[in-house]
């Protein structure tokens, strides 16, 4: 059974800055992708980013250029740095891990950020 920690999340000021990690309980490089999805009150969930074994990146458009997605394969681990931080930020981070069509997903860490 894979499984997802997420952890690094809180409370932050607008214009802040958050690392968020996801720890697998096993090698990353057994998925194909990985990242960082988040759902906001009320609304759906939507991709933040996507890092592949080959280390090719994927942002969502209201992130990019203010996020970054990384991965230290040593630690199975992979990382949401989060700067300029925006109300709109506001919401549940959950990490995904995917394997072929399989998806799996960690518990969820809150990011909220509020003056």
């Known amino acids: 059974q894979v499984q997802l920690v997420e952890s690094g999340g809180g409370l932050v000021q607008p214009g802040g800055s958050l690392r968020l990690s996801c720890a697998a309980s096993?090698?990353?490089?057994?998925?194909?992708?990985m990242g960082w999805y988040r759902q906001a009150p009320g609304k759906q969930r939507e991709l933040v980013a996507t890092i592949a074994v080959g280390d090719s990146t994927n942002y969502a458009d209201s992130v990019k250029g203010r996020f970054t997605i990384s991965r230290e394969n040593a630690r199975n681990t992979v990382y949401l740095q989060m700067n300029n931080l925006k109300p709109e930020d506001t919401a549940i981070y959950y990490c995904?891990?995917?394997?072929?069509?399989?998806?799996?997903w960690g518990q969820g860490t809150h990011v909220a950020v509020s003056s």
């Open positions: 096993e090698s990353i490089f057994n998925f194909n992708d």
């Open positions: 995904n891990a995917r394997r072929m069509s399989r998806h799996y």
